[in-house]
């Protein structure tokens, strides 16, 4: 068994949602998965029969292919007795990981590509033109521009390679360490983009479950038990020095949440409300703003991140064309 892909779980929740709302319980909903959800479905539909049938919920059923954030909200769901609520945000938090994907391709992934190709063409311009260039027109007479661009060019030909691996390593170190990583070191790199995006992400969920469930009339504590069951290990630290803040005897939510885990100007307001209005509606209001922020912040990485590969693209196509071209002039006038 593994999770979904978001669209498949956006697909799964909604179909769940439709029936819910159709006032079909819990054991229909898995029957009509099974028939009508195709093949894409059936694992899901299987298992959550055997869950079901074992005394277990839905949402244990369903905990092996949807996303922690997802987990999260249906958890809180079960938690305060609103299923059709908690399938809703689980629509949500996978529909806001999904976006954040897209925005994070964008972002990094698309002009981390156009940086290899374009690298790639200057090393072969240089390993192969150059090197023809140079058997008919010694390296020796060449001006400072054509060296130039050789020189790039033949530094990308002999260490691409190497460097493609040592930052595909590095970005597969990034991507289990966001999950995964903890403690004093990990709060110095959450401002960082990738981390600071991820940290955003988490901070919604969380804000969202705990809002669902105080609206419930669930405790607090209960509530970041809930939550802690089916987080990262990232989130259950910050979790666990939540709980501890409540045990302290803390109740301002603002000094409850005052991790590390929320942005800087979210986690101030929560402080100044946090003894004055009802928490629910302080903590939802805050997971509005963080994903706001979230989605503001990735259309900006997204603008800069392609001005500066236009701007690299045009420079280094500029100088190994222009390290060609005055090459192939000074050939000619050299036969003169």
Known sequence: ???????QQIRLLESIERLSEAGIHQKGIVMQLEKYGGKAFSPVALHCQQTLAQGKSLTDGLAPFVSEGALLALRAADNSGHFSKGIKEAIKVVSLGEASASLMIKAFAKPALGMVGMLTASAFISHFMFEL?????PRARWGIVSALADGFGQFWWSSGPLLL???TLVLIGVGVS?????GAARARVDGLPVYKQYRQIQSTNLLT??????SAGVGIREALDVAQ???????QSHIYVMR??????KTNVGLVFDTGLLLGEELDSLKLLGES???????GKSAMMHERSLTQEMVMINSVAMVTFKLMLASVMTLMLTGGLFLIFGMATSSF
């Open 1 to 7: 068994m593994k999770r979904l892909p978001n669209k």
């Open 133 to 137: 260039l140079a058997v008919q027109y």
């Open 165 to 167: 691996l040592v930052a």
């Open 178 to 182: 966001l999950r995964r990583w903890t």
């Open 209 to 214: 479950s705990i809002a669902n469930q105080l």
């Open 229 to 235: 069951s089916s987080a990262s290990p990232y989130l």
């Open 244 to 249: 501890e803040r409540i045990r302290q005897g």
């Open 277 to 283: 209005t009802d928490a629910a509606i302080t903590l």
